[in-house]
C-alpha cells in the first residue's frame, strides 16, 4: 500500500468512492442529455469532459458512505450538486466574461452567452429533478436553500465589486455564498439521506463550511502567488477584474491617504496603467495581507479538520480530514 | 351586476380570487427580498411592479379553488409559478438582447446583463423553496419537469432560430416550452394540491397546455398584424429579430424558388433592407399565413374550451372557459 501514500486526499477519496463515483458519472451523462435540444448536451458535454475535481459530488457520496447508508440516493444527490455546480458555472463566465475555464475556453466564448444562460438554466431544473428523485423532502430543503445562498452570494458580490467599502464580513458572506453554501449542503445531505444523526449531521454541514471557505480563500490567494501552470489563472486575474478579495480587502483597510488613492483609481475607477499590478503586489507585502490571509486559509482549514474528527472513526473520515489539510496545502 | 358582464374574464378572475391573489402577492414581496444584496429586489420590484397580468398565478389559484381546494399552499405554488415565469422573463430579456419590457426598460438595460443573469437564477431557488414548502413531493415533480422543459424548449428556439429547416412541429415544441409548460403546470398543481381526482388534473393539464399555445400562437400573430400601443411591441420585431414563428413557417413551406432566396437573405442570413417587412407581409398574404394561423390558434383555443368544461360546474370553471375565448380574441 505504499504507492496509496503519496496519492493525494481527494484521490484517495476517488479510489475508495470509485464504484459510486461511476453511477454518478452515468446518471451525469444521461440527465444532461436532451432528446430535442441538442446544443444542451454539446454545451455540458464541453465542461464535463473537461473533467474538473469531481470535489463536491464526491463529498456527497464520502458523508453518506461515512454515515454507513448503503445507496441508491446518494448517487443522484452527487450528480444533483454537481449539475448546481455546472450551472453556477456556466453563469458565472458570462457574468465574469471569461474566457477560459479548467484550461479550456469557456462556453460562451465557444458558444454564446445566450447559450451558457440557457444551459445553466436547464442544468438548474435538471437538479432539482435529481433531488425530487430521493423523495426526501429535508434534503430538497437543504439544496434549495443553498441554490439561494448562492445566488444571493454571487448578486452580492457584484454589488460589493469594486467598491472599498466592501469588510472582510461581506467577503465572508460572498465566500458563503459563491462556494461554501455548496459544499456545506452536499456534506449535510449525505448526512441526512443517510439517517445520520443531528449531531453527526451539524459536524458534516460545519466541515463543508469551513472546507469550503478555506478552499476559497485559497484561490483568491493563489491568484496573486499562483504558478499560471498549476492554477489556470494568471497572477493579478483579480486585481485586473477590479475584484476585492481578502488580500486586497486587508491592503486597503490599513492604507495610508496615498495608497487609498492609489486603491480607489485602480480598483473602484478601474484606471490601471502598468506597473500598477506591482505596486498592488507592493503594499500586500508591506502589510504582510498575503500571509495574513493564508492564516486565515489555515484556521478555516483547522476548524474542518476538528469538526469531521467528532465523527465516529472511519477510513472516509480521515481521508476527509486530510482533504482540508489539502486545499490549503498548495499555499504552505 | 352589470358592470361585471364588460370585465374580461382574467379580471373577472382576478375579482373572484382577489383574497387569495392578495396573499400571492404579498408572500411575492416577501421572498423576492434579500437580506444581504439590495440589489435583487432592486431588480425583481422593477419587474414585479410593473404588475403584468398575474396569470399563470391566477391559474394555480382557479384550478385548486375550482376542485374545492380551502389553501393554504396554492399561494405557494402560485408564488412558485410566478416567480419561474419572472426568472425566465429576466434570462430572455438578456438573451433577446432587449430593451422593452411591459412598456418598460427592461432590467439588463437599467442594471447590466450580470444583474439580470444573477437574479433570476436567485429567483428560481427562491421558487424551488416555495414549492417545497408545500411538502408535497407530486408538485415539487411537476414543477422541476416544467423548468426543464421550459430551458429546453428556450434552446431549441435558441438553435431553430434563423433556420428556415424549422418546422411546424419544432416550432410547437418551442412553444410548449416557452409558454404551455408553465401554463399546464400551474393549472395541474393547482388540482394536485387539491386532491383532485386524477381525471380532472389531467383536464386542467390538458386546458393550460391548449391555453397556453393558443396565447403564445395569437402573441407571435400579433407581432405581425397587432397595435403596438396594444401589444407593447413594434411590428415586425420578431422579422427583424429573426425569429421563425408560424406565419413565416407556414410562408417558408410554400416559397417558391425565388421567395425562398428572399427568407434565406432576410432570415437566415439577416441581410435585411428597407422593404423587407412589406414583402414578408406580402408574401405572408399570398399564402394566407396570417389566417392560417389565426385558425391554429381558435383552434387550440376551442381545445382549451372542451377541455374545462369536463370539470364540474363551477363560475371559475366559465370563467377558465372564456379566458379561452379572450386570450384569442384580439385576433378575431
Redesign the interface.
Known amino acids: 500500500m505504499d504507492g496509496a501514500v503519496s496519492l493525494k486526499p481527494q484521490e484517495r477519496l476517488a479510489e475508495a468512492l470509485a464504484s459510486n463515483m461511476d453511477a454518478v458519472n452515468v446518471l451525469i451523462r444521461e440527465r444532461m442529455a ?1 432528446e ?5 448536451p454539446e454545451v455540458t458535454a464541453h465542461l464535463v469532459e473537461a473533467g474538473g475535481k469531481r470535489l463536491r459530488p464526491m463529498l456527497t457520496l464520502a458523508a453518506a458512505t461515512l454515515c454507513g447508508y448503503p445507496g441508491p440516493f446518494h448517487v443522484h444527490l452527487a450528480a444533483t450538486v454537481e449539475f448546481i455546480h455546472t450551472a453556477t458555472l456556466l ?1 458565472d463566465d ?2 465574469d466574461e471569461s474566457r477560459q475555464r479548467r484550461g479550456r475556453p469557456t462556453a460562451n466564448l465557444l458558444w454564446d ?3 451558457s ?6 442544468l ?3 437538479s ?2 435529481l433531488m ?1 428523485d430521493t ?1 426526501n ?1 429535508r434534503v ?2 437543504i439544496l ?2 443553498a ?2 445562498t ?3 452570494g ?3 458580490q ?2 460589493a465589486a469594486q467598491n472599498l467599502a466592501t469588510t472582510e464580513d461581506i467577503y465572508l ?1 460572498v465566500v458563503r455564498g459563491k462556494t461554501a453554501a455548496l459544499f456545506s449542503a452536499a456534506t449535510e445531505v449525505g448526512g441526512v439521506i443517510a439517517g445520520a444523526d443531528e449531531t453527526l449531521v451539524r459536524a458534516l454541514f460545519e466541515y463543508g463550511d469551513a472546507l469550503g471557505i478555506a478552499f476559497q480563500i485559497a484561490d483568491d490567494l493563489l491568484d496573486y502567488q499562483g504558478d499560471a501552470a498549476q492554477t489556470g489563472k494568471n497572477v493579478g486575474d483579480d486585481f485586473r477584474e477590479r475584484k476585492l478579495t481578502l488580500p486586497v480587502i486587508k491592503a486597503v483597510a490599513q492604507a495610508t491617504t496615498e495608497e487609498r488613492a492609489f486603491w480607489v483609481r485602480t480598483v473602484e475607477k478601474g484606471k490601471q496603467v502598468d506597473g500598477d499590478l506591482e505596486e498592488a503586489l507592493r503594499l500586500m507585502e508591506k502589510y504582510g495581507t498575503l500571509d495574513a490571509t493564508r492564516e486565515d486559509a489555515n484556521a478555516w482549514a483547522a476548524t474542518a479538520r476538528a469538526s469531521i474528527l467528532t465523527l465516529p472513526a472511519h477510513p472516509i473520515r480521515d481521508m476527509l480530514h486530510d482533504l482540508a489539510d489539502y486545499v490549503v496545502s498548495r499555499l504552505n
Open positions: 436532451s430535442h435540444a441538442p446544443r444542451i453563469h458570462v457574468v452567452n445566450k447559450s444562460v440557457l444551459v445553466g438554466d436547464y438548474f431544473a435538471r432539482f429533478q425530487t423523495g423532502m430538497l430543503r434549495s436553500d441554490a439561494a448562492i445566488a444571493e454571487e448578486v452580492l457584484l454589488t458572506r
